[in-house]
């Protein structure tokens, strides 16, 4: 059998552990997203023997939590979620070097493409382990595999585990079936990835169907998400996601979008365009939504690069200065992460207090992962009671839920410092919570960024 070749191993090795390397330093940093620490909460509570959504409440499809469940079988505490990112985002790297090599032959073109992942998926949220990072590696690869003639049940699978990560991963899908369909000229190679896509959603709804859990999953993972789509955002979101994309990762999609007119190089073009529609499919506009198009962009400026002229000097210098905004912004997120890790000092105060309940009110969720404390309520996430939209989307009457955990009496509660203004939070809500904390509990605690009350002895 031949050995593969150093200039195969080179990039499928150096790109992976350019990804580790990049975020070890933060490895144990604590919180990085919101949503990262619900999808650590979920997988926990799976560990525990709980289906997700039955002790925890979330409305993405389950493979995140299976991917962070996985994590957590190998490493203990928040680096399983920083590990899985990290490695997720070298497999990435690697698919976006693969995906241009096969669609300019060159080896120049395809390490600026995996570079440029490494680069982008700093900024933009990329730095915490939020789901479009997995997701994106997953289309890649089945776009990857049905450029270079794999089985198409495998091309499938992949898409498949795409839209179980993230069912926004759709909109890309089409151009994925679309190659497959030219590239093999057969009806029967759609219809198979088409069956290998159907399996992994097929597998969970009989993993539910066998707990007796079915309408609880359809509720939560099918039903959440029309009814999130339909919650109205605040004016001058949009705007300000346009302005945040083209300060961020504006040259590259300029790069991408040149493809259009460039013969044989147009794939690209379209796959950012679909990219573009799943991320702004939900009308919110958060930055790491745009994720989802960081491997057409990549790729996009690898192939830009090789229509350059042959010369070494330009073809860097062009990938310099389009990576340069990336990378600046990227910058700025890597030192935000390496900055005082306050929520770490927020469990720290807690624990100090050797308290048997907790109730983490509009504060960091990951605080009953830090402190083994369980959760009052399933529904971890603050914004879901406090705030004032994902209320509706779960089904939830948020002043009875609180109602419930304070009759509860959790010995210590944790609030943000100051608190939130009212384009996040519910009014209402936050008054109940200060006449509870007025009558009952007094401050004991003011850690980074939090206030922590402690109950009455009385």
């Known amino acids: 059998m031949k050995r593969p070749s150093l200039s195969v191993l080179a990039p499928a090795l150096l790109l992976p552990l350019a990804a580790l390397a990049l975020r070890l330093p933060y490895l144990n940093r604590a919180v990085l997203d919101w949503d990262e620490s619900l999808y650590f909460l979920m997988a926990q509570s799976w560990h525990a023997g709980h289906l997700p959504y039955t002790a925890v409440w979330d409305n ?27 490695l997720f985002v070298g497999g990435l790297s690697v698919a976006g070097f693969a995906l241009t090599l096969t669609l300019t032959g060159e080896r120049f ?28 590696a997953f289309t890649a690869l089945a776009l990857l595999g049905a450029l270079r003639g794999w089985p198409a049940l495998v091309v499938g699978l992949c898409l498949g585990c795409a839209f179980m990560v993230k069912y926004v991963s759709v909109t890309e899908a ?29 597998a969970a709804m009989a993993l539910y169907a066998a707990a007796g859990r079915l309408p609880l999953w359809f509720t939560c993972s099918i039903l959440a998400n029309f009814r999130r ?7 001058g979101t949009a705007w300000w996601g346009i302005v945040t994309q083209l300060t961020r990762w504006g040259t590259l999609y300029a790069a991408t979008a040149l493809l259009l007119a460039l013969r044989g190089a147009r794939m690209v073009a379209v796959w950012l365009a679909l990219a573009l529609v799943g991320a702004c499919a939900a009308k919110y506009f958060y930055d790491h939504y745009f994720l989802q198009a960081l491997t057409p962009i990549c790729v996009g400026l690898g192939v830009f690069v090789s229509r350059l002229p042959r010369r070494a000097w ?26 005082p890790d306050d929520v770490r000092q927020d469990a720290a105060a807690i624990a100090a207090l050797h308290p048997t309940s907790l109730y983490v009110f509009d504060a960091q969720p990951i605080l009953y992962a830090l402190t083994g404390l369980p959760a009052p309520t399933r529904y971890v996430l603050p914004s879901v009671i406090a705030g004032n939209r994902l209320a509706v989307v779960a089904q939830l009457d948020p002043a009875a839920e609180l109602a419930r955990i304070l009759a509860a009496k959790p010995q210590l509660i944790i609030r943000r410092a100051p608190p939130p203004g009212p384009d996040w939070a519910n009014e209402a809500i936050a008054a109940q919570l200060s006449a509870a904390l007025a009558a009952h509990y007094h401050l004991v605690a003011q850690p980074p960024g939090a206030a922590l009350y402690q109950l009455n002895s009385d």
Do not use: H
């Open 174 to 202: 089409p151009l994925v079936l679309a190659v497959l369909a030219l590239r093999r000229r057969r009806v029967a190679p759609v219809a198979w990835a088409v069956l290998g896509a159907a399996l992994p959603l097929l």
């Open 229 to 235: 789509a339909a919650v109205p955002v605040p004016p």
């Open 314 to 339: 330009l073809r860097a210098t062009v990938a310099a200065g389009l990576l340069a905004p990336p990378a600046w912004a990227g910058w700025q997120a890597y030192r935000w992460a390496l900055s």
């Open 60 to 86: 993405k499809p389950i493979g995140i939590y299976a991917i962070f469940a996985l994590f957590q079988y190998i490493v203990p505490g928040v680096a399983a979620m920083r590990l899985a990112a990290a």
């Open 109 to 136: 073109a395809a390490w600026v493409s995996g570079i440029a992942v490494l680069v982008c998926a700093m900024a933009n949220d990329g730095l915490s382990a939020n789901t479009e990072l997995f997701m994106a």
